[in-house]
């Protein structure tokens, strides 16, 4: 009954190709961003800003990422965890080279390497596909990890392998990594960054470059015949993905943890990530949004619901159990809803257009 | 420069037999890649799923197996028991996960047994325990000096292993009539369908065979590692040698096993020691990468005229 | 009735194309002209090559022998992209639409090579690309407006029937501007309704833009109705070349149709 377009009237092409061309919507978004911007810096505590906001906000953003690359272009890859690791080094190794650079350039400069990377490790996209391909990345993901594991330069010679990120201000003093930054101080700077990135996302998806991408997703032969070319559509898509991958994995280092080493971007973190496309919804901006969210908050409510029940689990139990209600609700969700959390939602606005009358 | 270029040569050809040594155990280590990666062909040739579950699946029954020989059966009863064991997993999954997953897209179902690997790993671990294991079947572990060429018994076993194996799949799939409605539902599911073939037998039976060959391939990597998480990483290295031999090539299986084997050995000795060392890790992705961009279809798929 | 338009010189010229693919030969020394602003039909039984016809005309195929001259200039091998580019749209036997996407983003793709707005730009959408996108937005909207699809304008193609969507893909190949049209049963499958609909639009298409239409289609009524000159195939082989009139009178045209052997052709061919 409240959520209704009805007397919405657009007139012009321009209100027609907005991102939210529902009043509601807009209302609803604004009233988000306010939130997230201003009533959780102030409210949240230290635990839920840096163990479930943060993580969840660079989750996001390396979702965002993949699904440019999975969800809309079609490429399956399994090289999210590598790519994040270049993310993260490079950021490392470019503030540590040059401590006057600002800290928001060296976030994207460290996106730009990793697109590079990305494009390079994309080229065999050109003439292989599928699962072939998707095998193929993990080329990507085993070698970078290799690399950064194996040359001490990487890491500045630290014995440990470790990297710690270097204290670094915006704005002059508002410190958002090293050990003088507040989680809130963190929070804020990597929302702004998310936001800003995942707009930039959206508008990429409902122009030109992201309607070759899915042309190509979706009949790669006819898109040829269209005019797209193969090769530029497809190694955009990895360099853009990649690009926010490499973010994300910067934001993971120095905003996040603070201090990484290359372990922390093994297979595993591909899967996750790639699960939460999947589980969010492919194809779908939003969807990384709600996959990122979910696959945080399961864990931790996991780990919690022994206590909850009162039951005392050793800490190996709980993480095999966790193993398996994690592939079990994987399969279940598959089932369920194959077109991920995104399709949910969509189908909840439907149903509120008509609440609260039947039809 | 010459570390890599010239070094490695003049290595190799100063010590044949030693390089001999290193090319056979890299032979049949691939050997054991290929018992992996067989299981994925078969599935992804009747079912045109990608099981990335395959790794777990070796590793479950690899620990199904542990666990009854250390409760006291006898190796062959737990043999057996771990067959039925495998089977019984392949109809569940084909009733609770590939059922209502049928006609969705490939991508959903290789997100689907990612899903069952997870389950896997998670629940052979609660209930076998996730401490390394010894598993003794009786397989010979000497080695054997044939010249001046030292040969690992059990490589050799694994090897003769893997050949009756791929004998036996051969002859199931070209002789008996199972064989051939797998040949047709891998064709095409509702061609196959339409004339009568039992699409849900079938997958049952071809996820079982995978299981089996699972356990095959858990026995030989559990008696060689004992019995321990870290299998399922190394049935990753399955994934390059299917690429190198296409997904759906039983002969492509155990050559790219074998070339993604000796290659990666000849590389770690002979080049390792010139970039660091652990170029295992990456070498058979790579191998496999840089051979798909000449070839895509890999080494026995058929070169594919798009049609529209 | 069509006698506003002109048709002019050759547009594109194909001279003694063949094709095989391994050992099988799909075209064997085929020549023909498409002239400008006129309407060819390509007929022939199954398996003639005219599918095969079109494939190379768009640069899908690669003939191994022969030429093929495209305003004037004689082109080398070229890959489909850079054919659309200059001008050749196509639509296909088994639709090709981008299922995952809506009829107007399936429309707007055929607008992709005119866009040349910076991919940054299009990541701001501000300014020039928002600008830029609204212009071919409008663009598009016509040629909806045209083929009369304004209702299921936000609906994905996936889920349109099949009339529908071979619609779709007219106002996708349309929507690129193209000098040549190449479209390949564009009437398959359809009702009588349906045909005629279409046939109104590839008329209205010729007449109204001047684009030049080159189709296959297997209803003779429809062929000989519409176009201004036909060529037919059988077994890559070209049996005839010319109006329907004449076409309909070729003796070889006849037997073929009607189902002489080809031991019988070749003998007759002999004598």
Redesign the interface.
Same mark, same amino acid.
């Not at chain 1, 095999?320 to 399969?331: C, N, Q, T």
């Given at each position: 009954m409240f959520y209704r377009e009805a007397g919405q009237f657009k007139t012009s092409y321009a209100a027609d190709q907005a991102i939210f061309p529902i009043l509601q919507d807009r209302i609803f978004v604004a009233f988000l961003l306010l939130v997230a911007f201003v009533v959780v810096p102030v409210v949240a505590n230290e635990y839920w800003l840096s163990t479930i906001l943060l993580p969840f906000l660079v989750f996001s953003l390396a979702a965002v990422g993949l699904n440019l690359l999975t969800g809309y272009c079609g490429q399956?890859s399994l090289g999210t965890g590598g790519f994040m690791a270049c993310g993260a080094f490079a950021a490392y190794k470019l503030s540590t080279g040059f401590p006057e650079l600002n800290i928001v350039v060296v976030m994207l400069a460290s996106g730009v390497i990793t697109a590079l990377v990305g494009v390079l490790f994309g080229?065999?996209s050109l003439?292989?596909k599928?699962?072939?391909l998707a095998?193929?990345t993990?080329?990507a993901q085993?070698?970078l990890?290799?690399l950064f594991?194996?040359?001490a330069w990487f890491t500045n010679y630290s014995p440990s392998g470790v990297i710690s990120a270097p204290p670094r201000a915006v704005f002059g003093d508002f410190f958002v990594t090293g050990p003088q930054a507040t989680p809130a101080g963190k929070y804020l700077f990597a929302l702004t960054l998310v936001a800003l990135l995942a707009l930039a996302a959206k508008n990429m998806v409902r122009c030109r470059v992201g309607r070759s991408w899915m042309a190509i997703r979706d009949m790669d032969?006819?898109a040829e015949?269209i005019g797209i070319r193969p090769l530029t559509a497809k190694l955009s898509a990895f360099a853009v993905s990649s690009f926010y991958i490499g973010v994300a994995g910067a934001m993971w280092a120095f905003v996040y943890t603070g201090s990484v080493e290359a372990l922390a971007f093994q297979?595993d973190r591909s899967?996750q990530i790639?699960?939460m496309i999947?589980i969010g919804g492919?194809g779908s901006i939003l969807g990384s949004f709600l996959g990122a969210a979910f696959i945080t908050l399961l864990p931790i409510f996991l780990s919690n619901a022994p206590n909850i029940f009162g039951l005392s689990i050793s800490v190996?139990?709980v993480s095999?159990?966790?193993?398996?209600?994690?592939?079990?609700?994987?399969?279940f969700f598959?089932?369920v809803e194959?077109h991920g959390l995104a399709r949910l939602w969509q189908i909840a606005k439907e149903k509120l257009r008509l609440w609260p009358f039947p039809y | 420069m010459s570390a890599f270029f010239i070094d490695p040569f003049v290595d190799i050809f100063s010590y044949p037999a030693f390089f001999l040594e290193v090319l056979i155990g890299g032979l049949l280590a691939g050997v054991m890649y290929s018992l992996v990666a067989l299981g994925f062909v078969l599935i992804f040739k009747a079912s045109g799923v990608?099981n990335f579950a395959q790794g777990a699946m070796v590793l479950f029954a690899a620990l199904t197996l542990v666990g009854l020989i250390d409760l006291g059966a006898p190796v062959w009863l737990a043999i057996v028991a771990t067959i039925a064991v495998m089977v019984t997993l392949a109809m569940s999954i084909e009733k609770?996960?590939l059922r209502?997953?049928v006609n969705?897209?490939?991508?959903?179902l290789?997100?689907?047994t990612? *899903?069952?690997?997870?389950?896997?790993? *998670?629940?052979g671990?609660?209930i076998w325990g996730?401490e390394i294991k010894t598993l003794e079947v009786g397989i010979p572990k000497s080695p054997l000096m044939v010249g001046e060429v030292l040969i690992s018994r059990f490589d050799l076993f694994a090897g003769l292993t893997a050949g009756v194996l791929v004998a036996v799949l051969a002859i199931f799939f070209q002789k008996t009539r199972v064989g051939r409605a797998l040949r047709a539902v891998a064709d095409d599911h509702q061609a196959a369908m339409s004339v009568g073939i039992p699409l849900r037998t079938i997958w049952v039976i071809v996820w079982s065979v995978a299981g089996i060959v699972a356990l095959v391939a858990g026995i030989m990597w559990g008696s060689k590692l004992g019995v321990q998480f870290s299998i399922v990483l190394v049935a990753?290295k399955a994934?390059?040698v299917?690429?190198l031999g296409g997904?759906t090539s039983i002969p492509g299986a155990i050559v790219g096993g074998l070339i993604i084997g000796s290659g990666e050995k000849v590389a770690e000795v002979f080049w390792g020691p010139a970039?660091?060392?652990?170029?295992e890790?990456?070498f058979g992705?790579?191998l496999?990468?840089l051979f798909?961009?000449f070839r895509?279809q *890999?080494l026995f798929g058929e070169k594919i005229?798009?049609r529209? | 009735m069509h006698a506003a338009r002109q048709i002019g010189g050759p547009l594109l010229q194909v001279e003694n194309i063949s094709l095989s693919?391994g050992g099988v030969r799909a075209l064997a020394n085929i020549s023909f002209e498409i002239r400008e602003h006129e309407v060819l039909a390509i007929i022939g039984p199954n398996g003639a090559g005219k599918?095969s016809m079109l494939?190379v005309i768009n640069g899908?195929y690669h003939p191994q022998e022969g030429r093929i001259t495209y305003k004037g200039k004689t082109r080398a091998r070229m890959r489909p992209h850079q054919a659309a580019a200059q001008g050749i749209a196509r639509t296909?036997?088994?639709i090709?639409l981008f299922k995952g996407m809506s009829t107007l983003d399936n429309i707007m793709t055929g607008r992709l090579l005119k866009m040349r707005q910076p991919f940054f730009m299009q990541a701001l959408y501000l300014g020039p690309a928002k600008r830029e996108e609204l212009e071919h937005r409008a663009f598009c909207e016509r040629i909806i407006d045209f083929l009369e699809i304004q209702a299921i304008r936000k609906t994905p193609v996936g889920r349109l029937p099949y009339g529908l969507q071979k619609r779709v893909e007219l106002a996708r190949a349309l929507a690129a501007e193209p000098e040549l049209l190449l479209l390949d049963e564009p009437m398959a499958g359809m009702n009588v309704e349906e045909k005629e609909d279409m046939c109104r639009f590839v008329l209205d298409v010729n007449e109204h833009f001047g684009t030049t239409i080159a189709l296959i289609e297997h209803d003779m009524g429809v062929v000989m109705d519409i176009s201004d000159r036909v060529v037919v195939l059988d077994y890559g082989r070209k049996l005839a070349d010319g109006t329907p009139d004449e076409v309909r009178a070729d003796q070889a045209v006849i037997d073929a149709y009607l189902g002489v052997s080809h031991e019988e052709t070749a003998s007759a061919a002999a004598e």
């Open positions: 399956l080229l065999p003439r292989i599928g699962f072939y095998v193929a993990l080329a085993f070698f990890l290799w594991n194996k040359f032969i006819a015949i297979i899967f790639l699960f999947i492919l190996d139990t095999h159990f966790e193993f398996m209600i994690f592939g079990a609700l994987i399969v598959l089932i194959p | 990608f609770v996960v209502p997953l969705q897209p490939a991508i959903i290789f997100m689907a990612i *899903g069952i690997s997870y389950f896997l790993d *998670g629940f671990q609660t996730s990753l994934l390059p299917l690429i997904f970039l660091g060392g652990a170029i890790d990456w992705y790579m496999a990468m798909l961009l895509p *890999g005229i798009e529209v | 693919f599918s494939n899908f296909f036997q088994n090709a």
